[in-house]
């Protein structure tokens, strides 16, 4: 089981895990194939994530404060504008 096989090689996180290329998956962690890959990718891509790419990985980058007002005023209300006189 592709779970099992990740946590024997001391991937224990998603973050560990996204950290890895398909590359590393495969030549790294015993009892990984295509198949396997192809699962994680998909399970990845269902929460918006992906692996590393095979030239190098990722780091978690903490978000700039731009992005956390952004975020936030996503979160706002709704607010609803009034229709000007002859456009009803």
Partial sequence: MT???LLRSGVQTV????ALSAKNLREDVAGIGAGSILAIEDA???EGLRLAPD???YRYVRPSDRHVRNHNAWLQPVVELPVPAGNE
Avoid at 15 to 18: C, D, E, K, V, Y
């Fill in 55 to 57: 030239n190098g990985s």
């Fill in 3 to 5: 779970v099992n096989a």
């Fill in 15 to 18: 973050g560990q895990l996204i």
């Fill in 44 to 46: 990845l891509a269902n």
